[in-house]
Each structure stands twice: as C-alpha cells, then as structure tokens.
C-alpha cells in the first residue's frame, strides 16, 4: 500500500478533493448496484471495505488473507454516481481476471495500464472516471498545470503514447495491451526511467499497489477464495440478472470459475491413442528386416474425435456458457470436430476446432432434442472418428446402439432419462 497524500488535481485537471467529501456516503452507492449490477454487488459485498487517504484513489488487494476494497473520500466524492458504479465494475473485473494474485509483468507500470485497458474495454466509457485508459481512446488532454510543468519531449511521449492508445482494438487480453505497449518504441526509451511515467501520465483511475506482495502460499489460497466469490456472484446472478454484463463476458466468467475436467485422462479411456495408427517411412530409422537398404518405419497413434453440442430448449444458456467454457480447456488439448443439435445435427456449421484456437461461440438452435440425430451422424463417419461427446441436459428418449464410442458430458443438473449402455462413458459437471 502506497502512502501517498491526495493531490487537488491529477495531470488531467481532475478533481479528487471537494467539499462534499465530508457528507459522502458510500451505502447509496453499493444498494444502488445491488439492484442494477447483481453480478458485480455480489462481489463487492465479498470484500472488506476500507477508507484510506493513503491511496489517492481505489483499489482491490489482499491483506493477511482477507480481501479488501480500499477507497479514498475525496475521490469517490468527486465522482457522479454513474463514474462510481464504473469504477466498482473495474474492481470487480481485476478479480474476475485474476490480475491481483498472478505475478505482475515488469515494468509494472506497462502491466497495470495492459490489465486496464483489458477491463475498461468491458465497461461503457461515460461509465469511466478521467485517467482511465480506454483501448481505441486517446487519453484525455493535460491539464494547463501538467503542461507547464512537462519538457517538450515528456509532452510528445504523452502525445505519440495516447496515439497509441487510440489505434488498440477494444476487447483483448491484458497479454495482448502489454505486448502491444511494450512493442512501442516511445515506451521502450521510457522504462529505464520509470518514474517518467507516473510524471506524464499520473497514477491512472486506481491504485494497483501491494499486489505484489503474496507468497505463494497466500496468492494460491487468496486464488481459490476470488474463485469461490465468482463463482457464488454468478450463481446469484443466473436467479436475479446479470445487468450489463453481456454475453460473451458472462462466458469467459464460465471459463474462469470452471471445474476443469481432466480431459487428458478422460480421452485416453474415452478414445485410447492407440485407434487410429499413421505410418510414415523415415531414413532416420533402421528397417528392422533390411537394414540401410529401405527407410524405417514412424507410427503415430492418434485419436479423432466428435463432440455434439444439444442446443435444444431445455439447455439454457447458462449451461451452454459452461459447455463452451469446458470445449475451450478441451481445446488446449487436442484438435476436434464440433457441431450443433437439436433434433437433427447441423452439419453444415460443422468445424475442426484446431488445437489452441480461439472460437467465439453462440446459440444458433431452440427446438427439441433427439440424441439418435448425433449417434446416426457418428456412425456415419465411424471411419473419421474414434468417438463423440454429446454435451446435454440428458433430457430425451434413448438413442440405438453406437457403432463409435459414446461418451455423455451432462450439466450440473442434468440427467440421462435413460439407463446408458456399459460401453458409453458419462461424465457429469461438478
């Protein structure tokens, strides 16, 4: 925690010191979000709340196991209700990302605007105090006092970085901003001189600091609590609303809080590597019949596998966020075919999931269920593929035998209505 006094103005001619700073209250402000935000308010009412004047301005941190949301007065008091229901959504998003128990990047100024930039691309911008960094927005201009203080050169590096700042695509991983940021040949002559940064650029929107200070011990117990805490904020969101947050980002919160299934484990007794067997001739093996006369042989054994999403009515899209999110963690394993059903399989819209490729997924289908259509669509490619995953609720009648193994990836609640035959496999979402 820093111990820094609170400034009349930052280098943008904000504000952060009133007179109405002895009337706030901050009580308004978090029922208010309780009924807009309950996502967001379930996470908030998590955390211990701090006042501090020894931030100039707020910030999320843990201190001896307990997690806190530290906030100076005289800032949240400069701000209009609308800036501090923003600024309580950006809190809440550095613990949905992890951003206070992963090891920051050096600079860790470059990592703290990248983690920024990251979130502040998920909240509407009138939402945003001043000093927040907006991807695709330039920064705000400096104020009259920054300008006098500033050399020449401290202003052109404020100016080709906010350029910067204005050309990044909204919506990309903190990775993304950091390695964009520092590609950049104005902020790699600044970072020996670290403290230029906080000059010509203040101190941003919030305070970042002691998020450095866990053992490891700490960050993984404090790791598995911000889980829990998400977890339970989207359980109550699921039964009260998710307010703002939409719905690609209510499916990167289903990848975070997931319980990983051990795909490893569950392909090797689901498909076994030993299916489907490629030969290839290579000279750099000894034919074992004719040695140095004919190349050697390379087998490599592979498994290809099916999985068919049901996206029939009684899948809701809770239960089809937390499908995607486990097809992503599958996906980081091992390539796969994916296509859609309901009553019949959508072949058409069918694809090979690469291995490590990023794919943005939707309900495209709302009718019935019939898991015959999936097993039919498997038999009839018993010759491309080893086995099929049938991602359901489990609600509808029992399909023929299968030709290809058959595995069964069921939600939390979720059922076969149907005794499964001993050669299929059924696993079941914690």
Same mark, same amino acid.
């Given at each position: ?5 609170? *400034?009349?103005?930052? +280098? ?34 998590? #955390? ?11 910030? +999320? ?9 530290? @906030?100076?007065?005289?800032? #949240? ?11 309580? $959504? ?22 703290? @605007? ?15 105090? $001043? ?15 920054? #300008? ?47 403290? $230029? ?13 002691? @998020? ?9 117990? +404090? ?7 998400? /977890?339970?904020? *989207? ?9 703002? +947050? ?7 919160? /289903?990848?975070a809080i997931s319980n990983k299934v051990p795909w490893q484990s569950v392909l090797k007794r689901f498909c076994g590597f030993s299916n489907r067997q490629n030969k290839e001739n290579t000279v750099t093996r ?11 042989s390379k087998y490599e054994y592979k498994s290809t596998i099916a999985v068919y999403i049901d996206e029939s009515g009684s899948v809701s899209n809770r239960h089809l966020e937390t499908f995607y999110a486990e ?9 796969? @075919? ?13 694809? #090979? ?9 939707? /309900? ?16 009839a490619n018993k010759d491309t593929f080893d086995g099929f995953i049938i991602f359901t609720d489990g609600c509808a009648p029992e399909p023929s035998f299968s030709k290809v193994k058959r595995g069964w990836l ?21």
């Open positions: 925690m820093s111990n820094k006094s609170t *400034a009349n103005k930052n +280098v943008y001619g904000q504000e952060v010191c009133s007179k109405k700073a002895a009337a706030f209250d901050l009580t308004p402000h978090l029922v208010a979000l309780m009924w807009d935000e309950p996502f967001y308010s379930r996470i908030i009412r998590s #955390l211990n709340k701090k006042e501090s004047t020894d931030i100039e301005t707020a910030g +999320v941190l843990c201190d001896n196991g307990v997690l806190n949301f530290w @906030w100076n007065r005289n800032f #949240l008091a400069s701000l209009s209700k609308k800036k501090i229901k923003g600024l309580l $959504k950006h809190e809440c998003l550095h613990l949905v990302f992890c951003h206070t128990t992963a090891r920051r990047k050096d600079p860790h100024i470059i990592w703290n @605007w990248a983690t920024d930039l990251a979130i502040n691309s998920l909240i509407p911008k009138n939402e945003l105090p $001043k000093g927040g960094l907006i991807p695709g927005e330039a920064l705000p201009e400096l104020s009259k006092e920054a #300008l006098a203080k500033l050399s020449q050169q401290e202003i052109e590096n404020h100016n080709k970085i906010s350029n910067l700042i204005a050309s990044l695509p909204k919506e990309k991983t903190s990775e993304f901003y950091y390695y964009e940021l520092m590609s950049n040949d104005t902020i790699k002559e600044m970072v020996p001189h670290p403290d $230029k940064f906080e000059m010509v650029f203040g101190n941003g929107m919030d305070d970042h600091q002691g @998020w450095d200070e866990l053992s490891d011990g700490e960050r993984e117990m +404090v790791a598995e609590k911000i889980k829990e805490i998400i /977890r339970s904020a *989207a359980d109550e969101a699921d039964k009260k609303g998710w307010g703002s +947050v939409s719905a690609s980002m209510r499916q990167t919160i /289903r990848t000894l034919n074992r019949k004719y040695p140095l006369i004919h190349p050697g097809l992503n963690s599958l996906s980081r394993i091992t390539d796969f @075919w994916l296509y859609k059903f309901d009553t019949n399989v959508n072949e058409k819209d069918g694809f #090979l999931w690469k291995k490590g490729k990023k794919v943005n997924l939707s /309900r495209t289908r709302y009718g019935g269920t019939c898991f015959q259509a999936p097993t039919d669509h498997a038999n069921l939600t939390p609640d979720g059922s076969l209505a149907f005794n499964k035959s001993n050669r299929d496999i059924l696993i079941k979402f914690n």
